[in-house]
């Protein structure tokens, strides 16, 4: 059984549009966090959420917006899609958001093109 | 504010060989310390961590690591490197009055046979 999922694993899509890419944990965690990671493999951390409250919230661009239906989903939609969006999306999970050591999901390769 | 580098962009160490990769961190409260390991097209792999207590810590797949407070250091260590150990290593630096979890540049381990 996958601890953190994500799908899709891959994305190729044209400006403009609108993406989103899910991850389930089942880890019984009560964090989530989303980090990109670019071509040069610099991971940022993007938003993170404790019990479906949001307590990380990162400079990132108003098109990228998280939901965290319950304390197991974290989605990310993007809106509007642009180039430099190409990257590498993990979901990860903590049990807790201090001292907890990360679980990662496997990734989504986004190309915008 | 909070950092961690990661001074060498790529070790090179022969199979058999001890292995150290670098880490050194800033933060202004207590820091909790984190290695994780990536492989290609992979999530990233928790370690092991330093919270509190011993400085010496023992992880995953005979890693260790030190943490060394005066030198606000936490090099990975092996006492004798496998080929299977190539991979890139991220340094991570939670400070204990928040939960930003920040990631180092990554150091890309290559082991000769």
């Known amino acids: 059984d996958t601890a953190v999922s994500q799908t899709p694993k891959y994305l190729v899509t044209q400006m403009g549009n609108d993406k989103s890419i899910k991850c389930e944990q089942n880890l019984g965690h009560d964090t989530m966090y989303w980090y990109k990671q670019d071509s040069k493999k610099f991971l940022k951390i993007m938003f993170s959420y404790n019990n479906k409250e949001l307590i990380i919230n990162e400079t990132v661009p108003n098109r990228f917006s998280p939901k965290s239906p319950d304390k197991a989903h974290l989605n990310l939609h993007i809106n509007s899609l642009e180039l430099g969006d190409s990257a590498v999306y993990f979901c990860?999970?903590?049990?807790?958001?201090?001292?907890?050591?990360?679980?990662f999901g496997e990734g989504s390769r986004l190309t915008v093109l | 504010a909070q950092s961690v580098a990661q001074p060498e962009d790529q070790v090179n160490v022969a199979e058999g060989n001890p292995l150290t990769v670098k880490c050194t961190y800033s933060v202004s409260g207590n820091p909790y310390l984190f290695w994780y390991v990536q492989y290609p097209n992979r999530g990233l792999q928790f370690l092991l961590k330093?919270?509190?207590?011993?400085?010496l810590v023992k992880g995953s797949y005979g890693f260790e690591a030190e943490f060394n407070k005066s030198q606000t250091s936490f090099h990975l260590k092996k006492p004798s490197a496998l080929v299977s150990d190539s991979a890139l290593y991220f340094c991570?630096?939670?400070?204990?009055?928040?939960?930003?979890?920040?990631f180092g540049t990554g150091t890309r381990l290559k082991v000769l046979a």
């Open positions: 330093y919270i509190t207590g011993d400085n």
């Open positions: 990860a999970s903590s049990q807790d958001p201090s001292t907890g050591e990360l679980f």
């Open positions: 991570a630096v939670r400070d204990s009055g928040t939960y930003k979890y920040i």
